[in-house]
């Protein structure tokens, strides 16, 4: 499976974003890291294949919505309410299989995408 994630850009702090990730075919869970400099990479959100199970990291919690069009294959994060803290390289991440125990942890998918970079700044 390939992944093409797109969409980052600069925003004002308080803006809106949403960034896409096309995969090459069908993958069961989808998901999005963000990995800021000097810091580890982290959970976002992630969504099963039927969408009816989403999930997301504590941080971004009701300003972000994870949702996929499992016809294109595509999965978007709308970011919204971006903050300063936000600003990151955002990767999307797949997984295949329905074998995964921990949507949370980066070592559960096997396929990436190149990243994405998103900055907050006025």
């Known amino acids: 499976v390939q992944l093409q994630a797109s969409g980052g850009g600069l925003v004002q702090p308080g803006g809106s974003l949403r960034l896409s990730c096309e995969a090459s075919?069908?993958?069961?869970?989808m998901a999005w890291f963000r990995q800021a400099p000097g810091k580890e990479r982290e959970f976002v959100a992630a969504?099963?294949?039927?969408?009816?199970?989403?999930y997301y990291g504590n941080s971004v919690n009701g300003r972000f919505t994870i949702s996929r069009d499992n016809a294109k294959y595509t999965t978007y994060l709308q970011m919204s309410s971006l903050r300063p803290e936000d600003a990151a390289v955002y990767y999307c991440?797949?997984?295949?299989?329905?074998?995964?125990?921990?949507?949370?942890?980066?070592?559960?998918?096997?396929?990436w995408g190149q990243g994405t970079l998103v900055t907050v700044s006025s």
């Open positions: 075919g069908r993958t069961y869970v």
């Open positions: 991440a797949a997984e295949p299989t329905d074998t995964i125990l921990n949507v949370r942890s980066q070592y559960e998918y096997d396929y």
């Open positions: 969504t099963s294949w039927g969408g009816s199970s989403t």
